[in-house]
């Protein structure tokens, strides 16, 4: 009787240290596993601030300049194509524009005379604002075909139909 209550009790101490071990183990995982997409999270979203912050800084320096801002004063296409060019290929940008505050095209980077006058949203909501904007947006396809074509093209998701696909337009 003896031994097989300090047996019991050995098996009761065990089976409670196991249950109460593996809540800590399970705890500590998790918030292991928790703080490391938190701390991914947010080195994602600095460099996607500094990101746009470089672009702003960029967009901002080249509108600064003497020679920039006289082309645009009296229109000069050609030396606003060479800046905005410029920019595009110093920044790694697929496209760059210019409009007017009225919203009309004034010269797209990329795109083919007389490409469309699709407005992009961001420079809608730039003129709206007045001031420069950052930010991700999905461009749909004639407003990427405007910016530039190939990228429309490129942007193109072929669907694969499998099995048990439900049926879509395309």
Excluded: W
């Amino acid at each position: 009787r003896l031994i097989s209550s300090f047996l019991a009790m050995a098996v009761l101490v065990g089976a409670l240290s196991l249950i109460v071990g593996a809540r800590l183990l399970t705890r500590s995982v998790f918030n292991e596993a928790s703080n490391r997409v938190r701390l991914d999270l947010n080195a994602a979203r600095e460099i996607y601030r500094n990101a746009a912050d470089r672009l702003t800084l960029g967009v901002s320096l080249v509108a600064l300049q003497p020679e920039f801002r006289a082309a645009v004063r009296v229109a000069d296409l050609p030396s606003l194509s060479i800046c905005v060019d410029t920019l595009a290929a110093q920044l790694h940008l697929d496209f760059a524009g210019l409009v007017t505050p009225a919203g009309s095209t004034v010269y797209r980077s990329g795109s083919q005379p007389g490409g469309g006058q699709v407005l992009n949203p961001a420079a809608a909501l730039a003129l709206e604002r007045r001031t420069a904007v950052s930010g991700t947006l999905v461009l749909n396809q004639d407003e990427l075909a405007a910016e530039r074509p190939d990228l429309a093209e490129r942007a193109r998701i072929v669907l694969v139909a499998t099995p048990k696909a439900a049926p879509r337009p395309e």
